[in-house]
């Protein structure tokens, strides 16, 4: 062992979304930091996660485009999907946005450690012969996508979300296990390039975390799509054949494709890093965190897909900010998991804040109101032909607790819908404000008008 470094204010291990958010506020705020890394900064959401399935969408979208053109007026045709050329898009998108936070890291005087690192004290990361010591140790090492029992990964016909943004050919068909936001985003790329997509999900929705009229107007424009599903289905047995796979389900269905994506959620990177031997309280390999992201161990915090909280990047990032302001010193407020608003980038999109109706009713029992404003009604929304609704739950005379869209871009929309849940603003003073038309955040202004009881655009 070489001879330890100097102690820093806070050592990270884990360069994703909440490492390295934690990591730039820190050094921000004068705390020295040392940020370990064993493959890229930027973690899943960069290179794997949202930003290269993004892409994916939005060729897709484009694809769309270019196969419905005639029902705008405009003469096109879809002649086909390169992708090599999807690939090199999604790729430029990465690589740019990956250059601009090695920049900002470079920038702020982090110390950037390339290698494996693993906890080998209340106070101190190893990475090689190097140990690194610090006042505050935060753990980030994030998700990796879990498989089903009996189902081997092997990474050509049986996969997972990291060998589908690889792929460099159109699947003809694709069965997805999961009809959860991973599912449904990697459907709607997929069937927008061509692809034959059934889901299977075990539970009796897709999208089964989001308020289930959301669910349903989704499965209604996937039915649309003809993308197939199978709800309520649980999985028997994955089996390659000759051409493809075979998807086995309890109920003796059985499906068939090229290839089979597992996507079924993903669990917490902790083995064999000493997090247990450090003495830090662990459950299911989850690290377990107080509502400031600190462990009971009184040096170490944990932030990201590594404790059981959402597993979405923007909550890493508040978590990462978070820690490194109470570490700073600074007054910190407990995040709200209610408020951290949640899109499924789909076509169409979902997205939510706040409550669903269920939550809302065992909140607050039969005290609550609950408005549907149909995007029928929404002159932007029909010059996209898009279908869907805002949903409204609030409190009884009381404030808005829940918002949940679904449409074509919707998901831009739940800016103000968040701040509208987590201002604990009451359909009234929403009402006032003016939306600018036609756009279709008036769809969420003449929702809370109704709500408010002067219903524009809308029969009441
Ligand atoms: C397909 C997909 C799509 C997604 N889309 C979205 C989306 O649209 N919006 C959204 O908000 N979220 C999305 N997510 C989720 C988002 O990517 C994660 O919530 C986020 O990346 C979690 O950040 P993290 O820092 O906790 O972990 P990660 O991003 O996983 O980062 C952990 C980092 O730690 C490193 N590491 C692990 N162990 C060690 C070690 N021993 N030594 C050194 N380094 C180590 C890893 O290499 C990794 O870089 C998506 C995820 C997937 C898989």
């Not at 002649?79 to 999807?86: E, L, N, S, T």
């Not at 089979?260 to 003495?279: C, I, K, N, T």
């Not at 990047?313 to 600074?330: K, T």
Request: hydrophobic share 40%; glycine share 12%; aromatic share 4%.
């Amino acid at each position: 062992m070489s001879a330890p470094t100097a102690p820093a204010d806070l050592v990270i291990l884990g360069g994703g979304s909440g490492g390295y958010a934690a990591a730039l506020r820190a050094a921000e705020l004068g705390l020295s930091v040392v940020l370990i890394e064993r493959d890229k900064v930027g973690g899943t959401c960069l290179h794997r996660g949202c930003i290269p399935t993004k892409a994916l969408l939005h060729s897709g979208e484009v694809a769309d485009n270019a196969r419905e053109g005639e029902q705008f007026g405009v003469k096109t045709s879809l002649a086909g999907i390169d992708m090599d050329g999807v690939n090199a898009y999604k790729d430029g998108v990465i690589s740019k946005l990956y250059k601009g936070l090695q920049g900002l890291i470079k920038s702020r005087a982090i110390t950037y450690v390339e290698g494996e690192g693993r906890l080998v004290s209340p106070t101190a990361v190893a990475v090689g012969d190097t140990t690194y010591e610090g006042r505050h140790i935060l753990l980030a090492t994030g998700s990796y996508a879990r498989s089903l029992p009996g189902i081997d990964i092997d990474g050509t016909k049986v996969i997972t979300s990291d060998h589908a943004l690889e792929l460099d050919r159109v699947p003809t068909s694709a069965i997805i296990l999961g009809g959860g936001v991973i599912g449904c985003e990697f459907a709607s790329a997929w069937k927008s390039f061509g692809v034959d997509v059934t889901i299977v999900e075990a539970l009796p929705h897709l999208v089964p975390l989001e308020d289930e009229s959301s669910s349903k107007l989704l499965e209604r424009a996937f039915r649309r799509r003809k993308i197939g599903f199978s709800l309520g289905s649980r999985v028997s047995g994955v089996q390659t054949t000759a051409d493809g796979v075979r998807v086995e389900l309890e109920n003796s269905k059985s499906f068939e494709a090229e290839l089979v994506l597992v996507a079924v959620g993903r669990g917490p990177v902790s083995q064999g890093l000493g997090y247990e031997e450090a003495g830090v309280a662990m459950d299911r390999g989850f690290v377990l965190v107080d509502e400031y992201c600190q462990t009971n161990v009184p040096t170490i915090s944990a932030v990201g897909d590594l404790i059981p909280t959402l597993q979405l990047a923007h909550v890493g990032f508040g978590e990462g900010i978070l820690v490194a302001e109470r570490l700073a010193g600074l007054p910190v407020v407990p995040i709200d998991y209610a408020g951290v608003p949640r899109v499924t980038y789909s076509e169409p999109e979902v997205s939510s804040v706040g409550l669903t109706e269920a939550q809302a009713r065992e909140k607050y029992g039969d005290a609550i109101e609950v408005l549907t404003y149909d995007l029928g009604g929404n002159g932007r929304s029909q010059i996209l032909k898009t279908a869907g609704a805002v949903k409204l739950v609030r409190a009884a005379d009381g404030p808005v607790v829940g918002v949940h869209m679904v449409g074509s871009r919707v998901g831009e929309l739940i800016a103000e819908a968040q701040l509208i849940y987590n201002w604990e603003a009451v359909p009234d003073e929403v009402a006032q404000l003016i939306h600018p038309h036609p756009t279709q955040s008036e769809a969420l202004g003449e929702a809370h008008l109704a709500l408010a009881g002067k219903p524009l655009h809308s029969h009441s």
